[in-house]
């Protein structure tokens, strides 16, 4: 059964940095596109980045563009999102994604504040 499980959030001072995890099990993750997504209190879910399959090239929204590092490491079947230089307003919840499909993780939470 296709599985994605998130892990890795936390509370987080501003301008510091976290990594997300994103375990997948049943299948490669190298073979398949996986995105990561937040949902902030009160807004839409919104895309973060993804990570294609194959080659593994990153994509980013504007608003993580030059701070989060989206990564892939097959032995581990695992997708990685490090944060840095996090702001109050990246606060969500946090989820991955096997992207076009209706498989995601039950996410997990990432606070930033002083």
């Known amino acids: 059964q296709v599985e994605l499980v998130e892990s890795g959030g936390g509370l987080v001072q501003p301008g510091g940095s976290l990594r997300l995890s994103c375990e997948a099990s049943?299948?490669?993750?190298?073979?398949?596109?996986i995105g990561w997504f937040r949902q902030a209190p009160g807004k839409e879910r919104e895309g973060l980045s993804c990570v294609s399959g194959g080659r593994g090239n990153p994509y980013y929204a504007d608003s993580v563009k030059g701070r989060f590092t989206i990564s892939r490491d097959n032995a581990k079947n695992t997708v990685y999102l490090q944060m840095a230089t996090l702001k109050p307003d990246d606060t969500g919840v946090y989820s991955c994604?096997?992207?076009?499909?209706?498989?995601w993780g039950r996410g997990t939470q990432v606070i930033v504040s002083s």
């Open positions: 049943a299948f490669a993750l190298d073979y398949y596109a």
């Open positions: 994604t096997l992207t076009g499909t209706p498989y």
